[in-house]
């Protein structure tokens, strides 16, 4: 019976002296190089060094170690094919039926900061080779990428004398996998320590993505969901207490995340519900801000999320155990208030933002294909880079303002009323600007009566500003744009109501 080989060169030892000795013992020869030879030998375990199969030592200060026809041939021969066993016999090349390999860490380095020399130092060429010649010959070569795969393979070896065929399967395909995470860690790490642009321009857009946490459930119970994360990325958050999340919290989340930061510049609370706002507000502490948005639509705030700018200290996190809220997200908290969420609302997500985001750019996964767009905040408008219609209102500018942004994080269409810096009434998700007018309006009632109203997009007829004037609106932001500007404008004029078109269109689908 043909003496069995295995190839042995890993930057991660972790289990490997074990593994080899359990090989010895079942009689495979064990080849190896390098660091991984050294282990072998302190542990007592007899090993071929890669330099006696190829005749040259390590080139190049340890560069080129196993790319060498002795290596690469011994791996990718196919066994059933006598050509290439002629070529194998030709040249006096011994047989490699295991491969096992992983990779120097490049990942670690990045994220330790090291400088351009040092990371290209930790790109690994060999290794990257010898898991593709094996996984590429699965059939005849075991490939091993991961140390946590080392009992299994040892498992079927006791028990079948082989490696089956469904877990050299396996294998093969987590080897891919890895090289090509690997390489796109190299193109993120790359890409960041040369200052290189990443904009939807690109042909080519690599991602690599991992799995940083198993979700409860999809966005139904019957589907299965997992957050991914990019090389070199981590959750821009930490989870301090609650349940786990779901596919649907993270959406939510999103959507909390990015209004806490359009309202960064206020002491304010965004309540969230179906990755929609239902309510905004600013106010002297997170309490009172998130108590005046909770006014615009109480019932939709049951079970919703809400989004902090600033720390939730002890009396907020009292007024948050009142309600029933999913999750509660704020740059900190204080700790007796974590405390008191933590024993009262034992369920609740609390989570603590740290800033920031994973991706500069936002994907959207359909049926014809992934969709890429870049992501940043809207410019907020400036009163003097838009025009009025009618009488200017600077002294309403702050609450223009403010039901701009909650115009800008709600669905399309969408209209916010605002007064005071709170929102009255939010009608988004609409198919048309007008049901959404109205439904604003009815949510704010006569609060309405010289408060303002933004919308997300242009209105196409006039019938959307006769609603808002007919309900006391006060004055109006909206992009413009319509073919029908003029006769908007008009219907302004003639109701009296200020109108500033900001020529800035926020759309959210």
């Not at 295995?6 to 009689?27: C, H, Q, T, Y």
């Not at 369920?347 to 767009?373: A, C, D, I, Y």
């Amino acid at each position: 019976m043909n003496t069995r080989r295995a190839l042995l060169s890993v930057w991660n030892k972790e289990g490997i002296v074990p593994f080899a000795r359990a090989l010895v013992d079942m009689g495979w020869e064990i080849v190896s190089s390098s660091g991984t030879a050294k282990a072998l030998a302190e542990a007592g375990i007899a090993c071929t060094e890669v330099a006696d199969l190829t005749g040259y030592p390590h080139l190049l200060g340890g560069r080129v170690k196993t790319l060498h026809p002795a290596i690469a041939g011994g791996i990718l021969a196919r066994r059933d094919l006598p050509a290439d066993m002629a070529d194998i016999n030709a040249h006096g090349i011994l047989l490699l039926d295991m491969v096992v390999c992983n990779l120097y860490p490049f990942e670690e380095v990045a994220r330790g900061g090291a400088d351009l020399a040092e990371l290209l130092e930790h790109i690994d060429i060999g290794g990257i080779t010898l898991l593709r010649a094996a996984a590429k010959n699965y059939l005849h070569v075991v490939v091993v990428p991961c140390p946590g795969d080392y009992d299994t393979v040892l498992d079927e070896l006791r028990a079948e004398g082989d490696v089956t065929s469904a877990t050299r399967q396996r294998l093969a395909l987590s080897a891919f996998a890895a090289t090509s995470l690997y390489d796109a860690t190299i193109v993120q790490g790359l890409q960041a320590e040369l200052g290189a642009a990443s904009g939807p321009e690109e042909p080519v857009r690599v991602l690599g993505l991992r799995a940083a946490q198993e979700l409860r459930y999809g966005e139904n119970p019957h589907q299965r969901a997992t957050l991914l994360l990019p090389p070199l990325s981590d959750l821009p958050w930490e989870q301090l207490g609650g349940k786990p999340l779901s596919y649907n919290n993270i959406l939510d989340l999103d959507a909390a995340l990015r209004g806490s930061a359009l309202l960064a510049d206020a002491c304010a609370a965004f309540v969230v519900k179906h990755t929609t706002p239902c309510g905004a507000a600013t106010g002297k502490t997170p309490s009172e801000a998130f108590l005046r948005a909770r006014e615009c639509d109480p019932v939709s705030a049951f079970g919703g999320i809400v989004g902090f700018t600033r720390r939730a200290d002890l009396a907020t996190c009292h007024t948050l155990a009142e309600q029933f809220l999913e999750i509660v997200v704020a740059p900190d908290y204080d700790e007796e208030g974590l405390d008191l969420l933590r024993k009262n609302r034992p369920n609740l997500r609390v989570l603590r933002w740290k800033g920031g985001r994973v991706f500069p750019v936002e994907f959207r996964s359909t049926w014809s294909g992934m969709l890429l767009q870049d992501d940043a905040l809207p410019e907020l408008p400036t009163p003097s880079g838009g025009e009025w219609i009618g009488t200017p209102r600077p002294d309403l500018w702050e609450d223009l303002l403010f039901g701009w942004k909650i115009a800008a994080l709600s669905k399309s269409n969408a209209i916010a009323i605002v007064s005071g810096g709170c929102t009255l009434g939010i009608g988004r998700g609409f198919t048309s600007r007008v049901d959404a007018v109205d439904w604003a309006v009815k949510q704010a009632g006569e609060q309405s009566r010289g408060a303002v109203l933004a919308s997300d997009a242009f209105f196409p007829f006039p019938d959307g500003v006769e609603h808002a004037a007919a309900a006391g609106i006060a004055a109006i932001i909206q992009p413009g744009g319509s073919l029908r500007d003029e006769d908007v404008a008009e219907a302004a004029r003639k109701a009296g109501v200020s109108m500033f078109l900001s020529g800035r269109r926020t759309f959210r689908h």
